[in-house]
Each structure stands twice: as structure tokens, then as C-alpha cells.
């Protein structure tokens, strides 16, 4: 199992080059062309979600990226730091923001759940994170 890991400060401008990064493992794990630009848009909306929420409760922690390349699939986990609702708890930030913040979280993971057809989302009071998963299929090795 190969793993490519990325970690960038949480700013609008550095999710291209997270897209870029994932599009070039994707690719090289084996995941068939024609998905890749899903892979691209899904990562987009989950590092700008993570990129949100770390501006909007002022955390200075870098945004994770894990690219893992497994036998038969490709997997991308986007990692955050930021506090979420726990079921059964308050909503994390102040109360006037919150409806809408947790509206626009809910707009993103459902954009990204319309583009991966396997994904897990955990949240917790110290981050979240969305596991995406591709069927992959790795090159042949060329016999030397």
C-alpha cells in the first residue's frame, strides 16, 4: 500500500494544487480516465470545506491530505481540525453563524456525495474527515 501524504495551510489558493496532486496519484494508481475529473471536483469541495472551516474557527493547522493507493482501489481522506457537531451536542461556533455554516457544510458533502459513490464522513469535536474511494486498476509491470 502506497500512501502519498499532503499538508497545506488553509488557504483558497492551495486546494488547485491539492486537485492537481490527486488527479497525478489518481492517475498513476490506476483509476480509469474517465473519472478523474470527478476526482479532481470531489477533492476541490472537500479541501475548500476543510480550507472553511479552519478560517472560520481561526485554526492555523495545515490541511491533510492522505492519497492511499491500495491493491484494487484508490482512496483520498481530507483531514480537518476544526470542531463539529456531535449527536446529541451543541453546534460548535457562535449561535448566529451556526445554522448557517452547518447548511453550507451539508451543501458540500452532498456535492461530493453526488461524485464518489463510496465515501464516509467521520466528524468529531477535534476534526472530521471524508474517506473517497475509486475501483482502481494498476499497470502492468513491464518484465524487464
Not at 482501489?73 to 481530507?78: G, K, M
Not at 463539529?84 to 451543501?107: F, I, K, S
Request: charged share 25%; with cysteine.
Amino acid at each position: 500500500m502506497a500512501t502519498v501524504e499532503l499538508r497545506f495551510s488553509a488557504l483558497p489558493e492551495h486546494v488547485r494544487t491539492a486537485r492537481l496532486v490527486a488527479a497525478a496519484v489518481a492517475r498513476r494508481a490506476g483509476v480509469d480516465e474517465a473519472v478523474l475529473d470527478e476526482v479532481r471536483l470531489a477533492v476541490g469541495e472537500a479541501c475548500s470545506r476543510a480550507v472553511g472551516l479552519h478560517q472560520s474557527h481561526d485554526i492555523t493547522a495545515p490541511v491533510k491530505v492522505a492519497l492511499i493507493e491500495d491493491e484494487k482501489q484508490f482512496s483520498i481522506e481530507v483531514g480537518d481540525e476544526a470542531p463539529h457537531a456531535v449527536v446529541g451536542g451543541d453546534t460548535p461556533g457562535d449561535a448566529d453563524n451556526g445554522d448557517a455554516e452547518m447548511e453550507e457544510d451539508e451543501m458540500g458533502l452532498a456535492v461530493i456525495s453526488g461524485l464518489v459513490d463510496d465515501v464516509e464522513v467521520s466528524a468529531g469535536k477535534n476534526g472530521g474527515l471524508i474517506r473517497m474511494t475509486w475501483p482502481a486498476t494498476p499497470p502492468a509491470v513491464a518484465a524487464v
